[in-house]
């Protein structure tokens, strides 16, 4: 019994984030009162695997280490998640405040992401939530696990996050649900989401 606007979404890391946006975008212009974003991510057959592995993508340990210098590549993982989306009430436990969606533009490869355009994504998602870095607790990062990507990530999140706050400011946690469950694909994004949600309530 849906009828509001329905769109699929194919952004590989970041799809069910771009959906998410999709579903707030449609709330925040009137075009339904609520939102239902849902994703998966399954490894039915095993080309995929032997493709991202021949690139070097994936970690010959099996593993996603973030942020850690044993860092070498990501494993993959499946994932079937959703979030239903409704306005914002009062005494709400958690409320979605903003979103932002950019791209990458120019950058040396997938796995080496342009630092700039994540800052900048950043700073417009906080624009668009009214948020002011220095109010934030918790971080859930992309954070696959490989050499070349997490630094990359980190050095976003400091130049776009860590340096507006002031030296008294507690440090806020920055997690991955990669590291735990690993890398998702398609259903990556949202997966990260839920892991926030659930650490914020």
Same mark, same amino acid.
């Given at each position: 019994? *849906? %009828?509001? +606007?329905? =769109? !699929? ?6 799809? !069910? *984030?771009?959906?998410? &946006? ?5 709330? %925040? *212009? &009137? ?9 998966? #991510?399954?490894?039915?057959? +095993?080309?995929?695997? /032997? ?7 994936? #970690? +010959? ?38 979103? =932002? ?7 040396? #490869? $997938? !796995?080496?992401?342009?630092? %700039?355009?994540?800052?900048? @994504? $950043?700073?417009? /998602? $906080? ?20 050499? @070349?990507?997490? +630094? ?5 999140? /400091? ?19 990669? =590291?735990? #469950?690993?890398?998702?694909? %398609?259903?990556?994004? *949202?997966?990260? @989401? ?8």
């Amino acid at each position: 019994g *849906l %009828q509001g +606007p329905c =769109a !699929t979404y194919d952004t590989a890391c970041s799809a !069910t *984030l771009v959906a998410c &946006h999709g579903a707030l975008r449609a709330m %925040q *212009l &009137h075009e339904c009162s609520d939102g239902l974003v849902a994703g998966a #991510s399954l490894m039915l057959v +095993p080309g995929p695997s /032997a493709l991202v592995a021949a690139a070097g993508m994936t #970690s +010959p340990r099996g593993r996603c280490h973030t942020f850690d210098s044993r860092a070498d590549g990501y494993a993959r993982a499946e994932a079937c998640v959703s979030l239903a989306l409704a306005p914002v009430s009062e005494g709400a436990s958690l409320s979605l405040l903003g979103s =932002a969606v950019k791209c990458d533009g120019r950058s040396a #490869s $997938l !796995t080496a992401p342009n630092g %700039q355009a994540q800052r900048d @994504l $950043l700073r417009a /998602a $906080l624009a668009d939530a009214g948020v002011e870095p220095a109010s934030l607790s918790r971080m859930e990062a992309h954070g696959t696990g490989t050499a @070349l990507g997490d +630094p990359i990530e980190a050095g976003s999140l /400091a130049g776009a996050v860590l340096s507006s706050r002031g030296d008294g400011s507690a440090p806020p946690v920055i997690g991955s649900v990669k =590291a735990n #469950s690993g890398h998702a694909e %398609q259903g990556a994004g *949202l997966s990260g @989401l839920l892991m926030l949600a659930y650490g914020l309530a």
